[in-house]
Structure formats: structure tokens, C-alpha cells
């Protein structure tokens, strides 16, 4: 559902969440401001503990023989690390216990090591790296709140690193369809709040998401909080399947995980400039370095895109929809002792819409005008998000703790009469939502130390969180409204709802895994969460020259609670290839209808998720191919959908039940030297086994059983191909590239009831350019054969995909 449908009576009502007393938000606020500052003095002073340290001396040689300098040695799940000096030598000081250690270097495949660390002789390390191009890189996730090798992790998960995002030229989220598996983005029409993930068909219909987006370790609320613009990006983990016990409310698809570039001791920066058609201008600015030598780190990233109008409006006979955009991250880190790590971040997004939600009532007129819109009403939407958040990690002797506290603040709203929504010349129907968000949440964990040899590795911890809302959605009828409606001779007339309201919950959680033996490992978990929501709203009727006519002001409140678990058996094979069998379920909040005349229908419940996956993970060749093969079976309950049961008044109801069972590859490859290969497929079979929805043909409740889900294609694939050359014996290591992209989706649906669908497309995309250590000049084109699609669709409103799109990029680093 699009957030402007939810405001226009005749088509469907939404709730959403509002502002509490700012007392509660400002007491709860000092309190735990105070616990932190209490918890850092108890810490220090009950934990900052001599142990007994050993020396580790490493030497850091390519396949060759020849020294890497430079090299970035990392302890995971730990503040220390070092870099190597120019013989490739590096020193580490390292208490007795396991460890595993990151090593990556310019050039060179990224590596693990696992050693242990006891009260022997001193050791002696040497790790050949080998070149990139002849080995793949192992990949770090923090998939369960730990750092740890993706290929050692029992689940579906797809990471993306700052190469990968480069090289797919990803800078929104809607570039993210079929990146990974069975996931699927809309391209809703707007830059503001385009955060719609589907993932094995699992997607949100109401204001909550169905995949949690978290950013930097915060979870961001709803579809528009989550920033939707890439700016420094570290890595994107995609994880599939609910993932309820960990992540909490809305893991009920998925997670997108995303991380920004975090700040060390070497120096770094890049100026990023692109040029395109449609006046396409995206300019971008990073910087790290440290502040003070291995304690005080700084960075800082900019990033300014403009675009003009790719829509025409007859009416103005000028460009429609152009945007622009500027976005902000900053990161301070700080390690005040060896066991002691805080990191303070901060994000800032303004987006700017001349033209947003371009969309025409039907399929047919959306491809015999392509591109094209005929409005009298030109909107400018506009929105801000300022994003921050304090994390702080105690990594100790007998356990590590980590605290995340947040603060989100965002405002959505128009200027003028907002979106045009009888999409035609006519002064009929428009809305214009103005809605403001002030959400806190605090996390805290205790988990195992880093380096415990013990057989029982653990998690727990607690979570909570406020949220208020301020809404006002005035819906404007026009004088042409009574030709879409006879009867509404009053018209013109303003009809505006105005709601404030809070939610707040907590959940406590916790995870833990046995292993049974060196190569069986068990898993157990389990989630408790309880919601309480609440919601003051009124009515105003404006009609010139009369005063205003308030309704009675309406007072909703439920509580929600559910309980999510998570089961997981895995058995390492060999060294490099894991087999494993899952469990998990997900959740996603319940709300409230204000609109219902029934009280036993103002709450709607909580949807449920229930997955069962077996997968197979392998790394084969000599590190040359990754391979991972997945299975699942995905029970969807209590599904939350917006119908009208009587015809007339639209609500969210929990009507549907789908079931959905599909297979998943991923593989990567680098058949000769400088050739890389990436693909992902995906197929699955996602039906309803109920679907209670009105029906405007038979006039009455019909159940739609057998009808698939909107938005989930039952085949799709990724294909990427990229060969790089070095020309030897350069001076400043000149290289040259040149890539292809090959992207399917099978046929998706629009609506429940399933007249309304796309057909199957492929979209091709092209990169090529060169690079030297400091710089890099590349030629990319997107939608080649300028493939018309629609991206978006409901039952009366159609949006095409991005047309052809081309440029280039010019990259100075250091």
C-alpha cells in the first residue's frame, strides 16, 4: 500500500501512530542516560582487569614471497588491531583464548585465520595473501550480533561489500531487486520513502514493514525512516527469512542490514563526481583519519545528487518529477582502553520531490503514454531525517556487553495541494499528509567473551523503545469532484485528519549455541516482545465561508505481545563447506483502525511467520567459487490487508493465509584470471490458502484461495559478469574493466485479486572504465534496451520503471 492511499476516505483509511506526553519521552530519556554513565563506571571499575597477554609477531607475504605493507590486521569481535610495516611484520598483544583474525591488503584477497592463543612460547604467524583476482574474498557479517565468516553462518544471507556496491552502482534501495534471492524492491514513484522490501514473498501492506531495516545497528521504524540514499556505505547483509529472535518487531521476512564506514588509523578520503542524462548530478565527498593515534578516530561523507525530470506533464507542458537530495554521515570512535570501544553516529537526509508519484489510473494508459503525465495539481514533497546513534562495546574476560541507544527524527510533508489523485486535469481529489516522528530505542546485550574456548557460545539481552507520531492529512475535494461523484454536491470541501499518538514496547531476548561436537553445533532462541499502543484523532470539516466543524476527538488504545523462537542445526562437513537445518518465526506489529464503527475491529493483530530452511554452503576450487544452495517453507498468518468488507469502509484486517515454498543458488566464481562471475536464482511457488476479501463484481466477501501474492515473481536472477585487466609493469598500477548485468523477474501481480500483473523482463546494465591507485574514470549505462515496465501498481494507480539511464563517473582517492 502507498502511504497517500491511506488518507482519501473513498479509497481506503489507515491508522498511524502519534505523539505521547513529551514528559514520559524527556523522563525515560535522563534515566537511561543515567544508567549508561552508572554501567560504564560499574564496568571500569569491577572488569578493567589484568590478564595474562601473550605476543603474537606475524609476517604478512604474497604467494610470491614478496612483504605486503599496509596490511589491515583486525581481531574480530574485539577493539585491537594493527597494520604491517613495510617488511609485512605486525605485532599483536593477545590475552589466552580463540581468536579470528581479518586480514586485508589493496590488491589482495580478504582472509581469515583462526588461532589460539595459550601460555606457550610466544607465537610466530606468517599468512600469504593471495591476488584478488585469483581468489575470493572471505566475507565478514554481523548476522548474529557478532562479527564472523558468512560462509560459517547457518542461514540465508547475501552480503554485499563497498566493492560490490561500487561495482553494481547501487545508490538507493529500489536498486536492490534480485541482488539476492527471492528479493524484490518497489520503485514506488518518489525518493522519500521508497523503503518497500519483499522478501520470498513476504512484504508489508500497512505502515509497518514486513523486512527490518536496520542502519548501523539502529532499527528504523517504518518505510520512511530508513534513509533510502547509499552514502558511504561499508556493507549491505541481506538476510532471509524471519529473524524474529535477534532482531525483534518487523523481522518477518528478513533483515537489511545495512553499515557505514567506520573510522581507523590510516588515513583515507575520495571525491566521487557522476554526470548522466536527465541532468543527472551526483557528487560525493568521504574522509577518515584518526584524531589521535590508536584512541581517537574521525570520518565524514557528503553526498549531493540532483536529477531533472524524466515525466512530461501535458497540462504545464513541462518536466514533472525532479529531485534532489544531499545527505550527511558522521562517525566519531573512540577506544578509552583495550576493552572499551564507543562509536557516536550521526545522519542527516533532505529529499526534495518536484513531481512526486507520477502515476496514471491504468496499465493501458500508462504504456500508450509512457512517461507521461496530464495533472493540474504540481506537488513538491519534501523530507527530512536526522539519524543518531551511541554504541558502546565492553569486550571482557568473562563476557562482552553492548549498549545501542538511538534518537530518529524525521518530517514528511507537501507544499501546496499535495498528490493529484484523480490523475487527471480535473480539480477533483488530492492529499497532502504532514507527519512528523520522534522515535528512542535502547538495546542492550550481553554475550560470551570473544575469545571463550568454551563449547557454549551465548546471547541475551533487552530492548525498548518510544515512538510519536504527529499527523495532520488533509484530503482535498475540488469543484470537479462531484463528476467522480454524483451525490457530492457539496463539494468543494476539506476534509483533514489529525492524529497524535505513541507507541512504546520492550522485549527481552536470547540465543545460544552448543557444540555438540568439533563439527555439530545446536542452536536455540527464543523473543518475548509486548507493544502498547495508542491514539488520539479528530476530524476537520473546512468548507468556505462556513467555520470549521470539528468531529469528536477519539481515544484507541491495545497491547500486543508475541514470542518468537529460532531452532538451528548445522554440521560442518569440511572446513569449508556447512550444511544446516532451521527453524524460525517472525512477527510484525499489530495497529489500530480509527475508522472502525465495530470496537472489536479498532486493534488488528499481529502477522506471524513461520520458516523451515535447509541449506548447503560451500567454498571450493582453492577459494575460487563460493556455492550456497537453499531451501524453505514459509507459513504466513494473520496476514494484515486493507478491505472493505462491506464495500464502503476500507480496513486492516488479518484475512489472509499464504504459504510459499521455493529453492534459492548463489554462486561466484572466477574461472581464469581477472574474470569474476556472480549469480543468484531463485524460484518459488507462493499461493493463498485464504484470502477473505470484498469482492466489487459479487458483491460480497469472496475468498480468493489459490490467488498469489503482489510484488513476488516466482523466478528470478541476477547475472554478473566482470573481467579486469592489469597492465604490468605500471607505475601507478593501471588496470582497466569492463562488466555486464543481465537482471529477470518473472510475472508479478498488482492486486489480491489478480487482474492486474506484469509479464516477464529482463534488464541489461553496463559498466567500463579504468582506475589507477588515485583515480578512476568509468562509462556505466543502465536499462540498455530501455525495457518499459511497471514497477509499481495497485488496483488504480501505475507507475513505469526507470527508463535508460547513462553517464560517468570520475573517482579521486587517497
Aim: net charge neutral; hydrophobic share 35%.
Amino acid at each position: 500500500m502507498c502511504r497517500h492511499e491511506q488518507f482519501v476516505s473513498v479509497v481506503c483509511k489507515q491508522h498511524y501512530l502519534t505523539f505521547g506526553t513529551d514528559s514520559y519521552f524527556v523522563i525515560l530519556t535522563m534515566l537511561l542516560s543515567d544508567l549508561m554513565k552508572l554501567l560504564y563506571t560499574i564496568f571500569i571499575l569491577l572488569f578493567s582487569i589484568t590478564t595474562f597477554a601473550q605476543t603474537l609477531d606475524g609476517t604478512i607475504k604474497t604467494q610470491s614471497g614478496e612483504p605486503v605493507p599496509l596490511a589491515n590486521i583486525s581481531v574480530l569481535n574485539s577493539t585491537k588491531g594493527t597494520t604491517s610495516d613495510k617488511q609485512g611484520r605486525f605485532t599483536l598483544i593477545l590475552a589466552e583464548g580463540n581468536y579470528q583474525l581479518s586480514i586485508s591488503a589493496i590488491g589482495f584477497a580478504t582472509q581469515f585465520k583462526n588461532l589460539t592463543i595459550t601460555n606457550n612460547a610466544p607465537i610466530n604467524l606468517m599468512i600469504r595473501l593471495q591476488v584478488a583476482s585469483q581468489q575470493l574474498n572471505e566475507v565478514m557479517v554481523t548476522a548474529d550480533n557478532k562479527q564472523q565468516d558468512v560462509q560459517k553462518v547457518p542461514a540465508a544471507i547475501t552480503v554485499l561489500g563497498a566493492k560490490q556496491i561500487r561495482d553494481y552502482r547501487l545508490w538507493d534501495i529500489t536498486n536492490l531487486t534480485a541482488i539476492a534471492p527471492n528479493l524484490f524492491t518497489v520503485e514506488h514513484g518518489n525518493s522519500t520513502s521508497s523503503n518497500f522490501f519483499n522478501i520470498r514473498g513476504v512484504m508489508g501492506f500497512s505502515n509497518e514493514q514486513a523486512v527490518a531495516t536496520y542502519v548501523d545497528g539502529v532499527y528504523q521504524f517504518d518505510y520512511f525512516s530508513a534513509p533510502p540514499l547509499f552514502n558511504d556505505i561499508q556493507s549491505i547483509e541481506i538476510l532471509r527469512g524471519p529473524q524474529g529472535t535477534l532482531y525483534g518487531r518487523n523481522a518477518f521476512g528478513g533483515v537489511v542490514n545495512i553499515t557505514t564506514k567506520q573510522p581507523g588509523n590510516t588515513p583515507s578520503g575520495y571525491f566521487e563526481a557522476t554526470f548522466g542524462n536527465y541532468g543527472q548530478q551526483r557528487y560525493t565527498a568521504s574522509l577518515s583519519s584518526p584524531i589521535v593515534a590508536n584512541k581517537l578516530f574521525a570520518s565524514g561523507s557528503f553526498t549531493y545528487n540532483h536529477r531533472g525530470s524524466i515525466y512530461y506533464n501535458e497540462f504545464t507542458k513541462s518536466g514533472f518529477d525532479r529531485r534532489e537530495d544531499y545527505s550527511g554521515n558522521f562517525n566519531l570512535r573512540y577506544l578509552p582502553s583495550a576493552n572499551w570501544s564507543l562509536a557516536l553516529n550521526a545522519k542527516l537526509e533532505n529529499d526534495n520531490d518536484r513531481g512526486s508519484f507520477p502515476w496514471l489510473g491504468s496499465i493501458e494508459e500508462v504504456f500508450a503514454k509512457p512517461y507521461q503525465v496530464n495533472t493540474n495539481n504540481t506537488n513538491v514533497e519534501r523530507r527530512k531525517n536526522f539519524n543518531t546513534s551511541l554504541a558502546a562495546n565492553y569486550y571482557g574476560k568473562h563476557f562482552n556487553f553492548t549498549s545501542v541507544s538511538s534518537y530518529i527524527d524525521w518530517h514528511a510533508y507537501y507544499e501546496g495541494k499535495g498528490v493529484d489523485y484523480d490523475f487527471t486535469p480535473l480539480d477533483a481529489l488530492s492529499t497532502a499528509p504532514d507527519q512528523r516522528q520522534h522515535i528512542f530505542s535502547q538495546e542492550i546485550r550481553f554475550a560470551s567473551p570473544s575469545a571463550s574456548q568454551s563449547q557454549l557460545k551465548w546471547v541475551a539481552g533487552a530492548y525498548g523503545f518510544t515512538q510519536n507520531t504527529h499527523m495532520n492529512a488533509p484530503t482535498f475535494f475540488g469543484p470537479d469532484y462531484v463528476l467522480l461523484d454524483p451525490k457530492a454536491t457539496n463539494a468543494p470541501f476539506t476534509s483533514t485528519s489529525l492524529s497524535r499518538g505513541n507507541n512504546k514496547g520492550y522485549a527481552f531476548f536470547g540465543q545460544a549455541t552448543y557444540a555438540i561436537t568439533d563439527k555439530l553445533d545446536f542452536t536455540a532462541g527464543i523473543r518475548y516482545d509486548h507493544e502498547t499502543r495508542s491514539l488520539n484523532q479528530y476530524t476537520d470539516y473546512e468548507k468556505d465561508p462556513d467555520p470549521v466543524v470539528s468531529s469528536p476527538k477519539q481515544y484507541y488504545k491495545a497491547d500486543f505481545n508475541a514470542v518468537t523462537p529460532k531452532f538451528v542445526l548445522s554440521y560442518k562437513l569440511k572446513d569449508n563447506m556447512l550444511l544446516y537445518g532451521s527453524y524460525a518465526r517472525g512477527f510484525r506489529a499489530g495497529g489500530l483502525n480509527t475508522n472502525a464503527t465495530d470496537p472489536a475491529q479498532v486493534p488488528y493483530q499481529p502477522e506471524h511467520s513461520d520458516n523451515y530452511e535447509i541449506g548447503w554452503k560451500n567454498m571450493l576450487w582453492n577459494n575460487k567459487m563460493k556455492l550456497n544452495l537453499t531451501a524453505f517453507y514459509l507459513e504466513q498468518h494473520n496476514q494484515q490487508i486493507s478491505t472493505a468488507m462491506d464495500g464502503i469502509n476500507a480496513l486492516i484486517l488479518n484475512v489472509g493465509e499464504m504459504h510459499n515454498k521455493g529453492v534459492e543458488l548463489e554462486l561466484t566464481v572466477l574461472p581464469v584470471k581477472g574474470l569474476q562471475i556472480d549469480w543468484n536464482a531463485s524460484y518459488s511457488h507462493a499461493r493463498y490458502t485464504s484470502l477473505l476479501l470484498y469482492s466489487a463484481d459479487a458483491g460480497a466477501v469472496v475468498d480468493f484461495k489459490g490467488n498469489k501474492p503482489i510484488n513476488t515473481p516466482p523466478v528470478s536472477s541476477m547475472l554478473a559478469a566482470q573481467y579486469s585487466y592489469d597492465f604490468a609493469g605500471s607505475k601507478h598500477n593501471l588496470s582497466a574493466f569492463i562488466r555486464g548485468e543481465y537482471r529477470y523477474l518473472g510475472s508479478y501481480e498488482f492486486d489480491f485479486i489478480n487482474d492486474k500483473n506484469q509479464s516477464a523482463y529482463s534488464l541489461f546494465n553496463s559498466k567500463a572504465g579504468i582506475s589507477t591507485i588515485h583515480f578512476e574514470l568509468n562509462f556505466w549505462a543502465r536499462n540498455i534496451t530501455d525495457k518499459k515496465y511497471i514497477a509499481y501498481g495497485s488496483f488504480n494507480s501505475f507507475l513505469l520503471g526507470s527508463p535508460r539511464t547513462y553517464g560517468t563517473t570520475l573517482i579521486a582517492k587517497f
